[in-house]
């Protein structure tokens, strides 16, 4: 596996309250990804990164942030979160952009 | 239209048969194409790239890209029970654009 950690794996949280995701590279990739993916919609790119502090909007970026303070972490921020963002999230990296996406193991995320 | 489609499935296939997953895309432009495998519960796994036309081989699997016809395909040969998983096709228009990613297809193969 290439070396991406995501951080929390599951996580059951209230509607309204704010949620942060993690991701974590070792492998010093430039580019990182947020996705989510929900049954008949495929992965839907959230946001993402081309190096730190440089970040751009994806298909589905409503209601979500995103920091990258250094190269290895890349964090997706839920402001308020709302039933609708009940998904699995996924954190990607590449060398080039948008070409050989690797992905992490991927969070639960349920929002009640 | 979607911009990237492919049949739901679930296909099933038995054990060493030749196992045919299609894609089609909306954007003529598109440039690089991708196949990711997802076994259930885990993330997907780039297994194949293709960006010309024609065949591109890696052991069992062989990508097909036809742009004129918008479509592009896996074959699976000798297909093992442990290529059961769901079969995402990624699409590329240029360099700076976003992956695009279908909805997948479940391919189940029989032992």
């Known amino acids: 596996d290439a070396g991406i950690t995501q951080s929390p794996r599951h996580k059951v949280t209230e509607t309204g309250t704010p949620v942060t995701l993690r991701c974590h590279q070792t492998?010093?990739?430039?580019?990182m990804y947020w996705y989510r993916q929900d049954p008949g919609h495929g992965l839907r790119l959230i946001h993402y990164?081309?190096?730190?502090?440089?970040?751009d909007k994806g298909e589905v970026s409503d209601g979500y942030s995103v920091s990258r303070s250094k190269t290895e972490d890349f964090l997706l921020t839920l402001e308020s979160a709302t039933s609708s963002q009940t998904s699995v999230y996924f954190c990607?990296?590449?060398?080039?952009?948008?070409?050989?996406?690797?992905f992490g193991p991927g969070t639960r995320l349920t929002v009640t | 239209q979607k911009e990237v489609e492919q049949n739901s499935g679930p296909l099933s296939v038995p054990e060493g048969a030749i196992a045919s997953l299609n894609c089609t895309y909306s954007?003529?432009?598109?440039?690089?194409f991708f196949w990711y495998r997802q076994y259930s519960g885990k993330s997907p796994e780039l297994i194949m790239s293709i960006y010309s036309n024609g065949d591109k081989e890696d052991g069992r699997f062989t990508a097909q890209l036809n742009k004129a016809s918008q479509y592009v395909s896996l074959l699976i040969r000798d297909s093992q029970p442990s290529d059961s998983a769901t079969y995402l096709c990624?699409?590329?228009?240029?360099?700076?654009?976003?992956?695009?990613f279908g909805p997948g297809t479940s391919l189940s193969v029989i032992p």
């Open positions: 954007d003529r432009g598109s440039q690089s």
């Open positions: 990164s081309y190096g730190v502090k440089d970040t």
């Open positions: 990624a699409v590329k228009k240029t360099s700076y654009d976003k992956v695009i």
């Open positions: 990607a990296i590449s060398e080039e952009q948008h070409l050989r996406e690797y």
């Open positions: 492998e010093n990739h430039r580019y």
